[in-house]
């Protein structure tokens, strides 16, 4: 099955700084990459996905870049804003078989944006 | 629009008593999935469901976890008897059908489980 790896675990920066949050996957078969954010004590909620037929998608202050050769993807937010505290997941799919809608979540980043 | 209804929110049980959670999706979505999510970690698939079907229950432990979807709508999720390594967070989430193009998964608050 799927396995995805997250770094780094967490991630400190001052306002208005960017941040860059690092995911590889393991199955080459994988075509749908989402990053979910998770307030304290909230649900996950996604903030933008990218498909395997595209590098580089873009939503405002986020972006998620896809490097399916090397099996990575990161996200990319500008201009960091204290509300951007939280943690981040980054996700990849089961694109086989009957376990094809599964979702294979990373460890999580814990982002901390300091005033 | 109701998300991804969840209850209870919280749960204290003591080790080897059963705990049920129930979970009502967002209205029209047939896919229905139960997480788990340890403190500090990413969710991980318990279950799957296409309408009342479970179609992948590969990491549910079988020997004490139950769930199931009567009438594809909603679900439970059971646990009986309870461990202690079962204190987690226990997240439902729903989907339009899947297609080979995934789409969004809609997660609910989370029922906290705390075993005594």
């Known amino acids: 099955g799927e396995n995805v790896e997250q770094h780094p675990s967490t991630l400190s920066v001052q306002e208005g700084d960017s941040a860059v949050i690092k995911c590889t996957y393991s199955?080459?078969?994988?075509?749908?990459f989402p990053w979910y954010k998770q307030e304290l004590g909230k649900r996950p909620q996604l903030i933008i996905d990218?498909?395997?037929?595209?590098g580089e998608k873009k939503d405002q202050r986020i972006a998620v870049t896809l490097n399916k050769t090397a099996k990575h993807f990161s996200l990319h937010i500008t201009e960091t804003q204290p509300e951007d505290s939280a943690v981040y997941f980054c996700?990849?799919?089961?694109?086989?078989?009957?376990?094809?809608?599964?979702?294979?979540f990373g460890q999580g980043t814990i982002l901390t944006v300091h005033p | 629009e109701a998300g991804v209804v969840q209850s209870p929110r919280y749960k204290i049980i003591e080790k080897k008593q059963p705990v049920a959670f129930w979970c009502n999706p967002i209205?029209?979505?047939?896919?229905l999935y139960w997480y788990l999510q340890n403190l500090g970690q990413g969710p991980e698939l318990l279950i799957r469901?296409?309408?009342?079907?479970?179609?992948?229950d590969s990491q549910l432990p079988k020997d004490r976890f139950s769930a199931e979807r009567l009438k594809g709508v909603d679900s439970t999720l059971k646990i009986q008897p309870a461990e202690l390594g079962d204190s987690a967070v226990y997240l439902c989430?729903?989907?339009?059908?899947?297609?080979?193009?995934?789409?969004?998964?809609?997660f609910g608050e989370g029922s906290r489980l705390t075993v005594l």
């Open positions: 209205s029209g979505h047939n896919t």
């Open positions: 996700a990849a799919n089961d694109a086989g078989g009957t376990s094809y809608g599964k979702l294979t």
């Open positions: 990218i498909r395997s037929n595209v």
């Open positions: 199955d080459s078969a994988s075509n749908y």
């Open positions: 989430a729903s989907s339009f059908r899947l297609t080979r193009d995934h789409g969004e998964l809609f």
């Open positions: 469901y296409e309408n009342e079907e479970a179609v992948d």
